[in-house]
Structures are given as C-alpha cells and as structure tokens.
C-alpha cells in the first residue's frame, strides 16, 4: 500500500509567491521543508539559494499583505535600539529593531507572516511589536553591521594577549569549565579581562558592574572615590554577567539570591591577584562586585599604613602579646584587611604556628594556614576553631583551658 507524504503547511508569504507567480507550488514546498531542516527562515533560504531575489520577494508581499517597502540604507543606525532585543532573538527570527516609540517596538522584517517570532519578541521585551517590510538582502546586512558595530564597541578597549591569561577561581578543586563557553562569547572573555586588568594597573580597590533598564555602567572605586569607566551595550548585562560568575564559580542559573565567589588571575610566574567577588539581584539584572586582593599590599610593611608613632607602637604591642583579642573595625575600603595580613606577616615565622579561620580567606599568604568557612559543609568558625585546639596551637595552658571549657570540648 502506498503512503502518502504529508501535506506540508506553507506560510502565507509563500502562498502569496505562488500566487503571484514567482514560485511553483511543488518548488515552494521544497524549499520550505530545506530552510525547516536547515533551521534557516524561509525567505533567507530562498535569497541565499538564489531562488528568487529579495526585492520580488518584497514586492509581492508588499503588494499581498497591503503593507509598504522600508528602505533600510536611508536608515540612520544610530537611532537603532540596539539594547531593545537580545542578539539571539534578532537572528534566530530575522527581525531587527529599528525605532522605540513608547511601548512599541517596530522590527524590520523580510516576512511579514512570522507571527511566532514577533510574539517571542513581544514576550522577551515586554512591548507590542510592530513588523516593517523590507528586503531579505538588506536586513541581513544591517543585522550584521548592527552586531560588529556592538562588538568594536568592546574591541577598542581590547588588548591582544586577553585571551590567554590564566583564570582560576582560586579553588584548586574546582573542575575547570572554561571550555565549555561558547566560541561566540570570546569578545566578552577579552573586554572582561581588559577590565579586570585596567583596574589592577591603575590601582583599584574595587570594580562595579551595574545593569539598568536601558543601560549598563562599570564603575572603579579608586583613592575611595568612584568613577564611571565604561557604558557596554545593556542587552549585553546576562552575558557580562554569566562570564564573572563562571570565573568565580558561581551558579549561572541563580539570579534571584546573592552568591559569592572568588577569582584568581595569574598575571607572571611570581604575581597572581585574587578577587572577591559578590552578585547581587536588582531590577534589571544582577550587580555584581569585585573586592581586588593584591597579595603585595599586605607585604608593604607597618610603615606604609599610615599609623602616627604612638598608635604604630601600641599595634605592635598588642600583636605581640602571647594571647588576647584585636578588634579591627571600620567602613568599607579604610584598610582593615591590609592591616590584619600585614600584622599575619609580621608574627610569620618558621618556630611560630598561626592558623586563621576567614570568610573568605581574601590574600593567601606563605606559611600561614589558612581555612575557608564552608557553611554548607559545616565548615563553620566554631568547628574551625575547635580544630585549631588539636593543631598545636601558639596558647598559654590557661588560654587553652579557657576555650576548651567555653567550647565545651570532650
């Protein structure tokens, strides 16, 4: 018995061609089921196969559908809303955003039949999608101008040896997932370790990454003030984003909590910084913070903190009593964590046993034991320091009686 092929669905810019004359039935329906296996739109596969040209295209849905011709090359691309709609749904649907009134968003498009991609649009964005016909050929040119335009916007702060700097997230635990970033992301690689590498060289304490609703700022926090250093595209927010928390680690799939992490850039053989790092979920993205941890700022000598000759003595005398407790307080950015390892450095030494208990550890320094809280785990500052009691620790027999009894050790 003998099957039947299936009746394939044509869209109705191709019953129009037929009617029209432009295309044959049994043609249509070939080449409507190539640009369905090719995951390609149909009117792209028509042009790029040179079935028909763009501009009969346009004429006859033009004429069918009672909508006019826009000529995209007297269009002004600066005007283009380029942050309105994610690069993915502009070429997965071949409709480029070209003018915002309000809530309305008019996509230029070479079907004006692709009701599901204005309706994924329309979901994504939010506003009501308007379609504006023009032809295939020069649609596809001006998507692709539009997007190297978004891109050398990220190149010319760009260096030529981003690419190969060694990233960790400081756990040598963690599995490495660098490879499986996509090949389309390395633009966003380089732009953000030239970020990174910028604020390191010009001394920075801290980077912020900030998303708005029609912008995206990055701020450095330098001498305690802050300052705006760069404005990347806003429809790149998700992807700035998903690649710091890759580098730290963090789950990408979470965007509702705040989560932290940490990153460590190997500059040299001799120098690597550490970076803290913080997200934090807001209207329009994730914020995202970056507390830069050089290691050579806690080797800079009590000399360098700036303390007047009385306060400079009595720190050293408080570090170098046999037991006892330090307070180190202050707002952000005044230099606690600078003091702490600096003073770490200075009780460092062969016949001495130090063990820190930190959340995170922030500067790893040689020939200190350093523990990070794990909640998760367990890993807390009372389990830590009940495991400091049975590490030989630097205590007097009535310091270790005393924690022993407060901690109600067996």
Known sequence: MATTKPQINLSGLARCLIQDGLISEKKAESAFEESLKKKVPFVTYLVENKVLKSIDIAISASRGFGVPIFDLDVLDRGVIPTDAVA???????????????????????????????LDEIRFNTGLASEAILVEEDKLKRTIDKVMEAQEAGMDELLDADLDNLDISSGDDTAENDESKLDVDEAPVVRYINKILLDAINQGVSDVHFEPYEYTYRIR????????????PPSNLANRLSSRIKVMSRMNIAERRVPQDGRIKMQLSKTRAIDFRVNTCPTLYGEKIVLRILDPTSAQLGIEALG????????????INKPYGMIL??????????VSLYTALN???KPEVNISTAEDPVEIQVAGINQVNMNVKTG???AEALRAFLRQDPELSWWARYVIWKQLKLP
């Open 379 to 381: 890993l807390t500052f």
């Open 87 to 117: 690069e993915k749904l502009v070429r997965n649907h071949h409709a480029l955003p070209i003018f915002r009134r309000g809530n309305r968003l008019f996509l230029a498009v070479s079907d004006p039949t692709n009701h599901q991609g």
């Open 220 to 231: 450095y926090r330098q001498d305690g003030m802050l300052h705006e250093v760069a404005n």
């Open 346 to 348: 200075m009780l460092n």
């Open 307 to 318: 303390f007047e000759e009385e306060q400079r003595k009595e720190f050293l005398s408080a």
């Open 328 to 337: 180190v307080t202050g707002p952000t950015g005044s230099g606690k964590t």
